[in-house]
């Protein structure tokens, strides 16, 4: 009997540690429902806990973090970068809001080069008829 099962998917390459249920079978047996037994679940459920908080915090930071950019805050948060898949998904939440954060730049600076280009084409409109109005009136003041 293997106390621990230490199992690696081929799919994704992802693995996790699980507690065999002939552990826990044959530890309530041992301890015949006595106050230890209920220890070892409880501690059972601290621990499960724990490792439910450390690996889904990451995950939640990371989820706010999209929430954030999705919200136009494009601010880059170091503390979602790490070496296992979640702090390299981190990155990626990073590299994504550094790169949105350049093309909106762009997009607003092309705009507004844009909106320049259009005055002065307007402006260049205008000064032709400006200046023939002008030479007219004059011409007609003339005779």
Not at 1 to 9: A, H, V, Y
Not at 86 to 96: D, E, F, Q, T, Y
Request: hydrophobic residues 40%.
């Amino acid at each position: 009997m293997r106390p621990f099962l230490w199992i690696l998917t081929k799919k994704v390459g992802w693995q996790y540690i699980g507690i065999s249920t002939d552990l826990i079978a044959d530890t309530i047996e041992d301890y015949n429902f006595d106050p230890m037994s209920v220890l070892f679940v409880y501690d059972r459920n601290i621990l499960t806990s724990i490792l439910s908080n450390w690996l889904t915090k990451p995950i939640q930071r990371s989820i706010k973090a999209l929430g954030r950019i999705s919200g136009g805050d494009f601010s880059v948060d170091r503390t979602l970068e790490g070496d296992d898949e979640v702090g390299r998904m981190g990155r990626a939440i990073n590299s994504l809001a550094i790169n949105i954060d350049a093309l909106m730049k762009q997009a607003r600076e092309e705009e507004s080069q844009k909106k320049q280009l259009e005055y002065k084409l307007l402006q260049n409109q205008i000064n032709p008829h400006f200046v023939y109005n002008v030479h007219y009136i004059m011409n007609l003041r003339k005779h």
